[in-house]
């Protein structure tokens, strides 16, 4: 009877029953409650509640902890574990030398106080962030102003921002009261996930909001594995299988967030923005009035030059195939708003171009050659001239900005003839030739003002060789890169010759010499008189002074982060299909949390501010039951390798349960107090306890009883994750460049076409040795060493990393070229720092790699080693042993 009135219930309701059921049994979302510290039978070994907790169990299953660590075992693990860097030698030393009863207190002390504390933790918090600095998915262009975040959660940790107000940031920091930068910065925290541009833009609306859709289950889904350690995302399409998290829940979820979209933003609020806006105004004003003053003090000698010039001309230069002064169209037509002004071809405006007839004769072998005035350096991708075929299918140009601001280089489609070049930025308002000329063989080179701009190169690769342009079937373009391209220059093109050859490095200094209508400023300076000298110069200044300024206010900081916009109506989607429409929902929670909550208050009309507000409210709301326990839990696992809950971002009933669910809470209940919610503090407590102090020693019955460690009988060894492997040769090398914060150092080159294109470097600079969290982070560019250790996919929210042990581990370390390179670096330091004989840079080399001296078979073995080979293959073995990858 009982199982037939089941049966005849209402799905419903019998989802509502299963719902209840599992919330009841479910341990995370019981309120957190302080309780008793257990008395323990060893009580000389416990210096905090911590060891009690770990005691009590240890003792009921008959297990004793290990001993003490040793003082060189204690630093190297305590200074990993809180910088992700070996402590030096000296430090070590002055370690050894304080036998005083707090010398390990005052070391953990130091390492909170580090900057480099800042480092390793947000290296931890943006695993969980899924933080990376491209839209990842085909475009994968690069987001230019993401490290804010990253140097956000470094400052925000360094100075132990409550975590609280750490989160609250995070999810509304841009509509707190008395929001500023930082908050705004740190909205990065719910974009920093991958965007589907291609999605986004696409003309079908049904593929843009499947795009957007996804976009939000990935903002719903960080919130709620972040902060709540529960997949709330699981039910976005129907009920939460195992916990109890209903659709409806998702969709308020999703209700509180629809407004936030990812992009880049001032970190300004809007009255600055106007403000600068006005300045910006003002200085273009005076610009104009100071440049229009030196013109009018150049031009009587300027005209007399040239005058000179005209009726004396230097040696005549090399005669084009074409040549246009822009006097007449010749034949030409103007699009877009150029013009044809006083000899000069006039561009400014989108589309403006002037493209010239088609070409009398074929062209290949050929050098492109423009007099060219810019307006500013705030453009990329226009053209001073442009060869191509009809239609832009195939072309080689001088073009401006397009991967570096304000360089010039050789634009070619699908830049299969393009390099960047080591060349300086241009001068705005300056009269400069620029030519390129393309050599048989391939070879080409830029030149600017008869001189080469950059080193000369050879394209290499699918559509590297040298174009030919039939004749009738192509034509110059001036302005655009390109037919079909958006990007114009902005300036005036005096004079452009194309040369059906290849002009030799005379040949263009001659052809700049030459140019009839051209004044070098060294004749200029010379034909002024002394006063008018001082005048130029003060004009000259002032201008770099206003174009400086200029610059500074037209170009406000940016970061990528939330950009709020008006929600829309959220409805229940019946298995998450965007074409079907369930229930109107309001902003809100999860219902099973009774403690704090669910419902905000808040209509379907409410802006996009308060309702993430309201959101970050409710999730450090102190009778919140999960936000103190998970971000303990994930502290507890940065320092033992596992926490308490073994599955830091899932605390439902698919995850695992906690070993020490009264230690957890006792610590969530100190951690979320009245004037807590400190991180360092939290830290300090783990650190000083004996059970974080015991040594790696193991024993057979814990072995046989405990084999995974989870009653923490010992300290299990820990293999260093691949950031701080790397940031490790770099420092015990000497090459490493302690510089925090800033933009990240790029180890790629970027090829652009619609979708970026990466190229790895790996070069020996101080800007690339920087430590590995300055590395920028593409989805596409992803460094093999790092991977092969275990660096997780930047898309991906990695709450715990896996450890892998595998072939390729093995064959990156002994010939990657960073660390080959870290290897005779390490041998150079050794050798300047111990001298030359032998038995001294042994150990010496011992001491920077493991922190202490070798063994004696060490030291035999290692002599032995050096009497037949070179100091650097010592060296490449010390950073390729277990005991410089692990910290015990």
Avoid at 117 to 145: I, K, M, P, Q, T
Avoid at 739 to 751: D, K, L, M, Q, Y
Avoid at 855 to 877: F, G, I, K, V
Wanted: charged share 25%; aromatic share 8%.
């Amino acid at each position: 009877m009982h199982r037939r009135l089941i049966a005849l219930l209402p799905l419903a309701l019998l989802s509502t029953l299963a719902l209840a059921r599992r919330e009841t049994k479910l341990w995370s979302l019981q309120p957190v409650a302080l309780p008793a510290v257990p008395a323990v039978k060893t009580v000389g070994w416990v210096r905090n509640p911590i060891d009690a907790f770990v005691l009590a169990k240890l003792e009921a299953k008959g297990l004793r902890p290990a001993p003490e660590a040793d003082k060189r075992t204690l630093i190297r693990r305590v200074t990993f574990d809180l910088t992700g860097l070996p402590p030096t030698p000296q430090e070590i030393d002055a370690f050894l030398a304080d036998t005083s009863p707090t010398a390990y207190e005052k070391l953990v002390d130091r390492l909170l106080a580090s900057p480099h504390y800042g480092e390793r933790w947000a290296r931890h918090w943006l695993d969980v962030a899924r933080f990376g600095e491209s839209h990842g998915y085909e475009y994968d262009h690069v987001r230019e102003n993401a490290w804010r975040y990253r140097d956000y959660v470094v400052g925000a940790l360094n100075r132990d921002k409550p975590y609280d107000q750490f989160v609250r940031e995070q999810l509304a920091g841009d509509v707190l009261p008395g929001a500023g930068p930082e908050g705004v910065i740190a909205t990065g925290f719910l974009v920093a996930g991958p965007m589907d541009e291609a999605g986004k833009s696409a003309p079908g609306t049904l593929v843009r909001l499947r795009a957007r859709e996804e976009e939000l289950e990935d903002m719903i889904g960080v919130v709620g594995q972040t902060f709540l350690g529960l997949t709330t995302n699981c039910a976005r399409c129907h009920d939460h299988k195992f916990d109890p998290i209903s659709a409806k829940d998702y969709y308020r979820l999703k209700a509180a967030l629809i407004g936030a979209h990812p992009g880049n933003r001032p970190v300004v609020p809007q009255e600055q923005l106007d403000l600068r806006a006005r300045q910006a105004a003002s200085l273009r004003n005076q610009q104009a009035e100071a440049l229009d003053t030196l013109r009018r003090l150049e031009e009587p000698v300027r005209t007399r030059l040239l005058q000179e010039k005209s009726a004396h001309p230097a040696p005549g230069g090399p005669a084009p195939l074409l040549r246009w002064s822009f006097e007449s169209l010749d034949g030409g037509t103007l699009r877009g708003g150029a013009q044809l002004r006083n000899g000069r071809l006039r561009l400014a405006g989108a589309g403006a171009s002037f493209e010239s007839a088609p070409l009398p004769v074929a062209v290949q072998e050929k050098t492109l050659e423009t007099w060219v005035r810019l307006t500013d350096l705030n453009q990329r991708g226009g053209s001073a001239l442009t060869l191509e075929t009809d239609g832009g299918g195939a072309f080689d140009a001088i073009v401006l900005g397009e991967r570096q601001r304000g360089k010039w280089f050789a634009g070619s489609e699908f830049y299969h003839r393009t390099r960047d070049l080591e060349a300086p930025q241009e001068t705005p308002g300056e009269l400069v030739q620029v030519a390129i000329v393309y050599h048989a063989d391939n070879r080409i080179q830029v030149y600017r003002n008869g001189k080469p701009y950059g080193a000369a190169y050879t394209p290499d690769g699918e559509g590297a060789s040298l174009r030919t342009y039939p004749a009738g079937k192509s034509h110059a373009l001036f302005g655009l890169r390109h037919t079909g391209s958006g990007d114009t220059l902005s300036g005036e093109i005096e004079e452009a010759r194309l040369y059906n050859r290849a002009l030799t490095a005379t040949e263009v200094a001659e052809s700049f010499a030459s140019a009839p209508f051209y004044v070098t400023p060294e004749a200029l300076e010379r034909g002024l008189s002394p006063d008018e000298r001082t005048r130029r110069a003060a004009l000259q200044a002032e201008l770099e002074r206003l174009q400086a300024q200029r610059v500074s206010v037209e170009t406000p900081v940016q970061t990528y982060g939330v950009n709020s916009q008006r929600p829309g109506p959220t409805y229940i989607l019946p298995r998450g299909d965007v074409q079907s429409q369930g229930e109107l929902v309001t902003p809100g929670a999860l219902s099973a949390l009774t403690e704090c909550s669910a419902d905000f208050g808040l209509t379907t009309e409410t802006p996009d501010g308060p309702r993430r507000l309201a959101l970050a409210t409710w999730v450090t709301n102190p009778k919140n039951p999960l936000t103190a326990r998970v971000m303990v839990n994930r502290v507890w696992q940065g320092h033992f390798g596992r926490g308490i809950v073994g599955t830091p971002s899932d605390f439902g009933n698919n995850g695992e349960a906690p070993t020490h669910p009264e230690l957890l809470d006792w610590f969530a209940t100190a951690f979320s107090g009245p004037g807590e919610w400190s991180l360092k503090r939290l830290h300090r407590a783990i650190l000083l306890s004996s059970t974080y102090r015991q040594s790696s020693a193991s024993n057979p019955r814990g072995i046989a009883l405990d084999p995974d460690n989870r009653l923490l009988w010992r300290m299990a060894p820990r293999r260093l994750e691949a950031e701080a492997i790397r940031d490790s040769m770099l420092a015990v090398s000497g090459k490493l460049n302690p510089a925090v914060g800033g933009p990240s150092f790029r180890p790629f080159t970027v090829s652009t076409f619609t979708s970026d294109f990466y190229t790895l470097l790996d070069r020996d600079t101080p800007e690339f040795n920087r430590r590995t969290l300055y590395r920028m982070i593409v989805q596409s560019a992803r460094s093999p060493l790092l991977e092969n250790f275990d660096c997780p996919d930047p898309s991906t929210k990695t709450a715990r990393r896996t450890v892998t042990t595998t072939p390729l581990q093995a064959l990156a370390l002994m010939n990657d070229s960073f660390v080959l390179r870290q290897s005779r670096a390490f041998a150079e330091r050794v050798a300047k720092e111990a001298g030359s004989e032998p038995s001294r840079q042994v150990a010496h080399a011992y001491t920077l790699a493991f922190g202490r001296p070798p063994t004696l078979a060490e030291r035999t073995r290692a002599l032995t080693h050096l009497s037949a080979h070179p100091l650097d293959s010592l060296c490449w073995a010390l950073l390729n042993a277990s005991e410089f990858l692990y910290a015990k």
